[in-house]
């Protein structure tokens, strides 16, 4: 799978996920890309999914035309994600393209 995370995803989350090709939005230069142009961007890139930490992405943005999935993690906090890590793979290897699914815990 390859993986975008957004800004505020934990980058120590990319060692869980080392059976899979992660890049981070800073990381291609999309940083400053507004939610809807970084679906957009990591749509035109053929990314299979990306994972946020913002809790308002469903209200913000029609997710109806999407085609990558999106994970959207509870918190920013590595050591309270890390304590849930196989719960976060299990989650982004079983979400199929347009799912929308928000974790917690």
Do not use: C
């Amino acid at each position: 799978m390859h993986i975008l995370f957004d800004q505020g995803t934990p980058v120590p989350l990319r060692g869980v996920l080392s059976a899979h090709t992660v890049e981070t939005a800073y990381e291609r230069g999309w940083s400053r890309l507004t939610n809807g142009e970084l679906l957009a961007a990591a749509e035109a890139a053929s990314f299979d999914v990306v994972v946020t930490t913002d809790q308002s992405l469903r209200k913000q943005q029609n997710l109806s035309r999407r085609h990558v999935a999106i994970v959207v993690l509870p918190t920013t906090s590595w050591p309270r994600i890390e304590q849930h890590s196989q719960t976060v793979v299990n989650m982004i290897e079983s979400v199929k393209p347009g799912d929308y699914r928000e974790l917690s815990w």
